[in-house]
């Protein structure tokens, strides 16, 4: 079924890669791609600060996004991103290609890439929360993951506000899943970007009532994870809300949730 197909592209995306090349595209055409896709996503949040109209929808709205604050994280991130992640792309870079991992592979059915970002998601998710969980005892936050919770009132550039260690540590689930569905890298950005948006949104400090992800089954979104920030526990699942419920980890967030929400159902009918 040609309508399911990605076939339509696939002239211009043979002739992307020819122009720049397989090995620059795999390395450092991935990273570029990871910033375009990060602070890309950054942007439009970062401009909500500015529309007094949308502060209604700040999840803390009694916190400020100081400049002094997103400086200081965008340069902190910028560091990681620069020292730790690139590095990291270059040293297994060969590993990467003697896995198979190709740009000129044909490119997968619409259902196809659809299903691998799915399963990327839970995958990822899965991982995500066994060793957040972890990040949260002893040694491992007192040392590694604190620096992740320097903010308790999130912003979107605070995704991967984290410890270089952290960032290599969780940076194992991103890759799982495009690896055990695909070879192709096109299928890997095109999760990548996804992923990016989401853990940013994640972060991003707003809850709007017409996001679309709100339609998703047991999509955790910003107000689940900011829980999280605020309080330094429990919501540990990166994406879905279904392992913290299974293992009781939000139950302090939904308690906290229902008495709010009552507070707010009160307070219209009087």
Not at 32 to 53: K, T
Not at 140 to 156: L, R
Not at 217 to 232: A, C, I, V, Y
């Amino acid at each position: 079924m040609e309508s399911l197909s990605l076939k339509f592209i696939e002239p211009y995306w043979f002739k992307f890669v020819d122009y720049y090349g397989e090995d620059f595209l795999i390395t450092y055409g991935t990273f570029i791609a990871h910033e375009v896709f990060y602070f890309g996503s950054f942007i439009p949040f970062f401009l909500c600060d500015f529309m007094p109209f949308l502060q209604k929808y700040k999840i803390q709205p009694t916190k400020k996004n100081e400049w002094k604050t997103q400086l200081n994280c965008i340069f902190k991130v910028l560091m990681t991103h620069i020292f730790v992640q690139l590095p990291m792309m270059y040293i297994f870079d060969p590993a990467i290609k003697a896995i198979g991992l190709s740009a000129r592979a044909p490119l997968p059915s619409i259902p196809y890439l659809l299903l691998t970002i799915v399963c990327c998601f839970l995958i990822e998710d899965f991982y995500f929360y066994w060793v957040h969980r972890a990040l949260h005892h002893g040694f491992w936050y007192k040392h590694i993951h604190k620096v992740h919770h320097d903010h308790a009132s999130p912003f979107g550039m605070t995704a991967e506000y984290a410890h270089p260690l952290e960032t290599l540590i969780l940076g194992v689930g991103t890759v799982i899943g495009p690896f055990i569905f695909s070879r192709d890298l096109f299928t890997l950005w095109v999760w990548l970007g996804t992923r990016l948006f989401q853990t940013v949104e994640c972060h991003s400090g707003y809850d709007f009532p017409w996001n679309p992800t709100k339609l998703i089954p047991f999509w955790g979104g910003s107000h689940f994870h900011d829980f999280h920030h605020e309080t330094f526990v429990g919501n540990y699942s990166s994406t879905f809300t279904y392992l913290d419920k299974i293992f009781g980890t939000s139950d302090k967030y939904y308690s906290r949730k229902q008495i709010r929400d009552s507070k707010l159902a009160a307070g219209k009918s009087e």
